[in-house]
């Protein structure tokens, strides 16, 4: 089974910067899709960004695209989200998440289609 923690939250001030850390174990995560979350409180769980296994592909929701940018190193086991120019908006817990390690070429988009989430790590920007 994969394991999967994050880190990197906390509060900052609007348009300032976070740096967050997905560290996973198991055999097969070099072979994963993974994907970042988040979700607000009364608001349903989004995706933010997806990242292919090879690291080659990436996706991205229209609301952090050109502000979020993430990025893996498959030898340290670690997925990044960095987060730049943050805006009230963006207040949520981040979850990472891992695919079945298919070896998809295109990282998945929907929350159904990985089984394996990290226990959060909350985000808060202050206007």
């Known amino acids: 089974q994969v394991q999967l923690v994050e880190s990197g939250g906390g509060l900052v001030q609007a348009g300032g910067s976070l740096r967050l850390s997905c560290a996973a174990s198991?055999?097969?995560?070099?072979?994963?899709?993974v994907g970042w979350f988040r979700q607000a409180p009364g608001k349903e769980r989004e995706i933010v960004a997806a990242?292919?296994?090879?690291?080659?592909?990436?996706y991205y929701a229209d609301s952090v695209k050109g502000r979020f940018t993430i990025s893996r190193d498959n030898a340290k086991n670690t997925v990044y989200l960095q987060m730049n120019s943050l805006k009230f908006e963006d207040t949520a817990v981040y979850y990472c998440?891992?695919?079945?390690?298919?070896?998809?070429?295109?990282?998945?988009?929907?929350?159904?289609?990985?089984?394996?989430w990290g226990q959060g790590t909350q985000v808060t920007v202050s206007s």
């Open positions: 998440a891992a695919d079945r390690a298919w070896g998809l070429a295109s990282p998945p988009r929907s929350s159904r289609e990985y089984p394996y």
């Open positions: 198991g055999r097969t995560f070099s072979r994963s899709a």
């Open positions: 990242i292919s296994w090879r690291g080659d592909i990436t």
